[in-house]
Every structure is written in C-alpha cells, then in structure tokens.
C-alpha cells in the first residue's frame, strides 16, 4: 500500500537509546555489588570482559550531559540486580542503592523520562547458586527486587520494563542464559525456567499496578518477523511454527496469560513441557502489562524440516543464522534470504522487516509499543580530530525510522524508539570492538587508554532527527 502522505510522528514521541548496567556501568565488584552470572561466566580471552566496561558507574554524570545535549527524550537503562541485593534477596546494599538514587535524579534533572528494565541478563550469582530459574525461590527473590526498585524510585520512574529479551535466554540457554553448562536435559530445564520467569514477571507486573498506579510496566523480549524461505505451504508452515516458538510463547502468557497453542505442542511432542499449575495460570491472567517493548535487529527466514539437503533444488541455501535462535531443525531449518544484505557480523539488515514485526506485534496484541534495541553493530574507526564517521550506522537507523514512520501510517500505536545503544558499551559476545553507540568510547579490548568520549558522526543526525521529530530523516549532516 502507498500512501500519499505519512502520519507524523506523535507529540510526545519518546525519542531515546539504550545501555544495559552490565554491558556499560564496570565496577563490577565495588561499593558492595554481588557479582552476576556475567561476572561468572567466561569469554574469549581476546575480548574484553565485562569489569571496567565504559565505566559509566563513575562517569554518568558526563554520560548524562552528552545524552541532554543529544536530545533523548528518554534513556532506558537498566539496574543491576546484584548491585541492589548482592545475593540476590537478602541485605540491600546502601551504595548501590545510593547509585542509582543520583543517577535517577541526574536524568530528572534534564528532564529526561527514565526507562528502567528491571533485569537484563544479570541474574545475581548467589541465586544461580541456588539453582538460579530453575527454583522458584528466584520467582519470590525478583519480585522483592522489584517491589524494592518501585519503593526507592517509583516517585520519579513511570516506566518500567520486567525482563530483557527472555526469549533469548531460553532460545540460546546455554550462550546467555542461566543453563549450568553440562545441564542434562536442557530444554526442558530452560522451558521450565522460562515459565518461571514469566511468573516472576506477572508477579513484577501486579505489584507495580498495585504500588505505582500511575506507572507503566511491560515485558522487553526480541521479536522478529520470520519469513518462510519460499511460498511452498511447507516453509509456511514452518515460518508459523518458527514465530510461534520464538516470538508468540513469550507474548502470549505475557498479554493473554496463555500458553501459545503450537509452542505447547511443539514442547509436548519434544518432551520439554514444564509443570504448570492452576494457581500459576490464574496468576498468569492475573498480571497484564501495560504496553509492549520489543528489541529488533534482523529478520529470520526459515524452511520446512523435510528439507534435508543444504542446497534446495530451487536453489535455496541453509545457514546458520546468529540471529536463529533455537534453532530445531526437525521443525525448521534457517535458510539464507537472497533479499537482504548482513553486516559485518552477519545479521540481516532488514528495515521492511522492522514495519512488519511492528505491524504484527500491533494486530496481535493491540497494545502501545516502544522500541528498546535496534542497531548497528560495527568496527568504528577513530579518525584524526577524534572523529568517527559513522555514516553506515546513519544509514541503517534512517531507513529502519523511515519504516517506523510507515508502520504508524499503518495504525500501530507506537511511542518510542530507543536505539541500542545511547553510548559505546561491550558487547554481549563481541568485545568493546563492536560497537554500537552515538558516543565513542576511547577503549580497546585490553588497553582502557582515557576512556575519552567523543561525539560520533551519527550523534549530530540523531540530534538533528530528535528536535525535528523524525521529520528530518536524510543522512547529509557536516561533521
Ligand atoms: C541484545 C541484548 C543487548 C545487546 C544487543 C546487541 O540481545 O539485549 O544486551 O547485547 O543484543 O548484541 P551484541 O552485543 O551481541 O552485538
């Protein structure tokens, strides 16, 4: 459909980005933080870890001032659990408590709107310790953590997001999630944990309505839209059954708090169904969110299990897609989608697929949405007069806007778009190496040099589009 003109977008439109506290704050171990199952687990030895990070722990004041002078409207970060609760739900720790009570107010003070996740990740290690989601004492331990950061920080946080990306904690387990390595039966552990996660989340989500009447809280997962690789009804199929195991499961007990029909066949056939109890699912009805975040990066494209060859006789070709996640190939397998172009990591650039997921994300659930993520990832070169000319990330986050933009033509009530990420950080798997802020970071994987920020290229576009609201989306800009 063509429209002759598009729908502006709305007064009040939360313009942002996003960090998350383990990938940007360092300090892992200082003023009483517990450590996480990120400072547990282990990376390749030529990345950086995650301990200094940009240290934005002692910087934010700064960090801060460059994000004002940028124009976010809004600032989703997120509070390190282990940070409040070093053991996850015993003491509360007074400095970390004290941190995030300055780095509150330095937001306020621009009047920026604070976009708080509650959990992105970093589960504390003294609960993972104790099994981690696989017990369900972690369900009661979130929820304190939760009724705690409403307490200290709902007089100035109206927005509150429950879990980053659970879907990818239970799609790749073993890679960012919680899964012990060595784990027997591990779908079944993670899809046991993930339905415990999602009463934790309801839990989270009744007490902030009952606390906070005035906030709003919603579930952060990566949504994407999965394409089937042709029109044969088989792929379609498989495309279906893709969506459903990894995109619907999770907003479906979110919003309608039920299990989605095909995930549960899907884990009834495989033999990965977790117990589920009356009192859960009442529970599960009983905890709705008030809007829904999504991350997006990349669609997905897949085809039916029968085909067994790499090369398909139509000339389709198999691929081992980062952005695949529980991957299944008795149920489907990712193929390569000839349309789209990667980037230098191989994700799919896809901004249509952006509107799309957008579109489907809306008709389904007919809740507001916000963007949380949506990026580039990329080897920025600091140039001579510490410059970093990153017009391949301008181009990227104007044609994903451009299709935002389509998307509210389309009717999607969409009120925010938080690019990851509002400064550089490390990585989840990658290093500091990949990066994806409007913010230079002056850092390598091993040597932290000054830690310098400098004002990217894509900083002085995203300025100009913010106070123009989004109505300036080209990508000339002097530098
Ligand atoms: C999302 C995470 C972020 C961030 C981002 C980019 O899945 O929520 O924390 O890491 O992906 O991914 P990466 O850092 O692997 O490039």
Redesign the pocket.
């Known amino acids: 459909m063509h429209y002759r003109t598009l729908a502006p977008f709305p007064q009040g439109f939360l313009w942002g980005a996003s960090t998350?506290a383990y990938?940007v704050e360092g300090a892992w171990d200082q003023d009483g933080k517990g450590p996480s199952v990120i400072d547990r687990a282990s990376f390749a030895p030529e990345l950086s870890d995650f301990t200094v990070t940009s240290d934005h722990y002692h910087r934010f004041a700064e960090d801060i001032a460059l994000f004002a002078e940028l124009g976010l409207k809004t600032y989703r970060f997120s509070i390190s659990w282990s940070r409040l609760f070093p053991t996850g739900d015993g003491e509360v720790n007074p400095l970390g408590v004290a941190f995030y009570q300055r780095l509150i107010d330095e937001i306020c003070r621009y009047g920026i709107e604070p976009l708080v996740t509650l959990y992105?990740?970093d589960l504390p290690w003294a609960l993972q310790e104790q099994g981690g989601w696989s017990n369900p004492h972690t369900i009661a331990a979130f929820e304190r953590f939760a009724r705690t950061a409403f307490e200290l920080f709902g007089d100035r946080v109206n927005y509150w997001l429950t879990i980053?990306?659970q879907n990818?904690m239970i799609l790749k387990g073993d890679v960012i999630g919680t899964l012990p390595p060595g784990t027997l039966d591990p779908e079944k552990t993670l899809y046991q944990q993930n339905h415990h996660m999602m009463l934790a989340q309801a839990r989270a989500m009744i007490a902030c309505h009952a606390m906070l009447p005035a906030a709003k809280i919603g579930p952060a997962p990566?949504i994407s839209c999965v394409y089937p690789a042709s029109c044969r009804p088989e792929d379609v199929i498989a495309a279906n059954n893709y969506a459903s195991i990894r995109n619907w499961l999770y907003l479906d007990l979110a919003c309608f708090g039920r299990y989605n029909a095909v995930a549960w066949s899907f884990m009834t056939e495989k033999g990965y169904l977790p117990q589920v109890s009356a009192e859960d699912m009442a529970l599960l009805q009983a905890g709705r969110p008030d809007f829904i975040a999504f991350?997006y990066y990349a669609s997905t494209t897949v085809a039916a299990e029968s085909a067994t060859h790499t090369e398909r006789e139509d000339g389709l070709r198999e691929v081992e897609d980062q952005q695949l996640p529980g991957l299944d190939k008795s149920v489907y397998i990712g193929f390569d989608n000839p349309h789209l172009e990667h980037n230098e990591f191989g994700w799919y650039i896809d901004p249509v697929g952006f509107r799309i997921t957008a579109r489907e994300i809306y008709e389904r659930y007919h809740l507001p949405l916000i963007i949380t993520?949506n990026g580039l990832?990329a080897f920025d070169k600091l140039d001579t007069g510490n410059k970093v000319h990153d017009d391949y990330r301008i181009e990227y986050l104007s044609n994903h806007i451009a299709q935002l933009q389509l998307a509210i033509t389309d009717g999607v009530e969409l009120f925010g778009y938080c690019p990851?990420s509002a400064i550089d950080l490390v990585?989840?798997?990658?290093g500091i190496g990949?990066r994806y802020g409007f913010i230079y970071v002056n850092r390598d994987e091993h040597d932290l040099k000054d830690l310098a920020r400098y004002r990217k290229k894509s900083f002085f576009w995203y300025q100009r589009l913010i106070a123009t609201n989004g109505m300036q989306l080209d990508t000339d800009i002097d530098y």
Not at 427 to 430: C, D, I, K, L, N
């Open positions: 998350s990938q992105h990740f980053n990306e990818m990566n991350n993520e990832g990851w990585s989840t798997h990658q990949k």
